[in-house]
C-alpha cells in the first residue's frame, strides 16, 4: 500500500537548523515535494526532488535518496515565521501527501 | 498574482443537505484537485481532473462527486451531507509538468450539524 511516514512535531531553537524526515512507500514514484502550511492559511510550495541529491533554495533544502525511498527538508537560521507545518508528497500518478510534521520555534 | 479562489471560507449546513463547493483558478492550469484536511490526517485527496469534463478518484471518493465544466472551474459536490464530511476542504490547481507545483486555495470550512 502508498505510506509517507514524517514526525508528527520537532522542536527547535531560533537560529538553529532543523530536519525534517520524510520515508514514503509508494506503488510509483516520480518525485518528493515539500509543502508549507501556517495556522489557519494554504499549503505552500517550498520544493520539488525528482532526481537524488541536495535542492537549495535560500535557507531551504530539500533531499532526496530514491534507493532509500527517504528524503528531508532542511531548515537553516530558523525563524520563528517557520513556525508552521510541513508536509511531503509524493507524485506518482497523483500526489500524495504525507500527515505533516508541526514545526515549533523555541526563543 | 496567481489565485485559487473557493466559493466560501466558512460553510454550515445541515444533515441530507446537497453542498456545492466552488474552485475557480485564474492561471489555466489543467490540472485541479479537492483535499479534505483534518488534524492528524493530513491532506487526502478526494478527486481530482487533468482536463475539462475529465475526473479521476482520490484516495476518499466516497460521498463526494465533481464537475468540470470549464478549464478554470472545479466543483465539488456533496449529494447529502452528514456530520462525518465536517471538514476542511482545500481546492488546489497545477501546471502539467516537472513537480506538479500545486496551487492552493484558501479553504472552505464545512460542518454539517
Known amino acids: 500500500g502508498q505510506s509517507l511516514e514524517q514526525p508528527s512535531e520537532v522542536t527547535a531553537v531560533e537560529g538553529a537548523i532543523v530536519q525534517i524526515n520524510c520515508t514514503y512507500q509508494?506503488?510509483?514514484?516520480?518525485?518528493l515535494s515539500w509543502y508549507q502550511q501556517h495556522d489557519g492559511g494554504a499549503p505552500t510550495f517550498l520544493s520539488y526532488?525528482?532526481?537524488?541529491g541536495l535542492e537549495e533554495t535560500g535557507r531551504f533544502s530539500s533531499f532526496l535518496s530514491r534507493s532509500d525511498s527517504y528524503g528531508y527538508l532542511l531548515l537553516q537560521e530558523l525563524q520563528m515565521k517557520d513556525s508552521a507545518s510541513y508536509f511531503c508528497?509524493?507524485?506518482?500518478?497523483?500526489?500524495?501527501f504525507g500527515k505533516g510534521t508541526r514545526l515549533h520555534i523555541l526563543p | 498574482d496567481v489565485k485559487v479562489t473557493q466559493s466560501s471560507r466558512y460553510l454550515v449546513k445541515r444533515t441530507g443537505e446537497k453542498v456545492f463547493l466552488e474552485c475557480v483558478q485564474d492561471?489555466?492550469?489543467?490540472?485541479m484537485f479537492w483535499y479534505r484536511q483534518d488534524p492528524g490526517l493530513g491532506l487526502r485527496l478526494i478527486y481530482f481532473?487533468?482536463?475539462?469534463?475529465?475526473?479521476e478518484k482520490g484516495d476518499i471518493p466516497e460521498g463526494y462527486s465533481v464537475s468540470r465544466e470549464k478549464k478554470e472551474r472545479f466543483s465539488l459536490i456533496l449529494e447529502s451531507a452528514s456530520t462525518n464530511q465536517t471538514s476542511m476542504y482545500l481546492c488546489?490547481?497545477?501546471?502539467?509538468?516537472?513537480?506538479?507545483?500545486?496551487?492552493f486555495g484558501p479553504g472552505t470550512r464545512l460542518t454539517v450539524t
Open positions: 488546489a490547481s497545477s501546471a502539467i509538468g516537472v513537480g506538479y507545483e500545486q496551487y
Open positions: 509508494t506503488s510509483g514514484f516520480y518525485g
Open positions: 526532488n525528482a532526481l537524488d
Open positions: 508528497a509524493v507524485r506518482e500518478d497523483k500526489i500524495i
Open positions: 492561471m489555466d492550469h489543467e490540472n
Open positions: 481532473s487533468y482536463d475539462v469534463k475529465m475526473k
